[in-house]
């Protein structure tokens, strides 16, 4: 049988996703995911992120774990430009937490302010993750 993706519920998982990651829901997110990938495997580097976040949330200590994946995610992403922002926040993060600076910058635009402007411009509105990404990286720049 085969199975057509719903776009509807594709976007109730990830809004329900940025909820809890707002709210600081991390017992959430493992099943969130699960159903994310289910109904937008595409949006991979979400997947990716939300999963680091959930790690470094949680203090675990596989977050190391965690560069190479998001790394690679990030070269592989251009169709989602919330998903990339995300996830280069979330590799700042993941730097800075690990004490290395100097990587974590590596990973933040140049201007936070303006990468988020335009990422949210026009009929897109910034999703409420997005807006915290764009606080965490000011902060560790």
């Known amino acids: 049988m085969l199975h057509h993706k719903n776009p509807d519920k594709a976007k109730h998982y990830i809004d329900l996703l940025d909820a809890a990651r707002c709210n600081e829901s991390w017992s959430d997110v493992p099943g969130l995911l699960r159903k994310v990938g289910k109904h937008a495997p595409q949006r991979k580097c979400l997947q990716i992120a939300a999963q680091a976040e959930y790690q470094e949330a949680i203090g675990s200590?596989?977050?190391?774990?965690?560069?190479?994946r998001l790394t690679s995610a990030l070269q592989e992403t251009i169709a989602y430009p919330e998903d990339v922002f995300q996830a280069r926040i979330c590799l700042a993060s993941v730097h800075w937490t690990l004490n290395d600076p100097a990587r974590a910058l590596q990973n933040i635009p140049d201007d936070?302010?303006?990468?988020?402007?335009?990422?949210t411009q026009g009929d897109r509105e910034g999703i409420g993750w997005s807006s915290i990404c764009?606080?965490?990286?000011?902060?560790?720049?």
């Open 134 to 141: 764009a606080i965490k990286g000011a902060y560790i720049k």
């Open 61 to 68: 200590t596989a977050l190391k774990q965690t560069v190479p």
């Open 112 to 119: 936070v302010h303006e990468s988020y402007k335009n990422m």
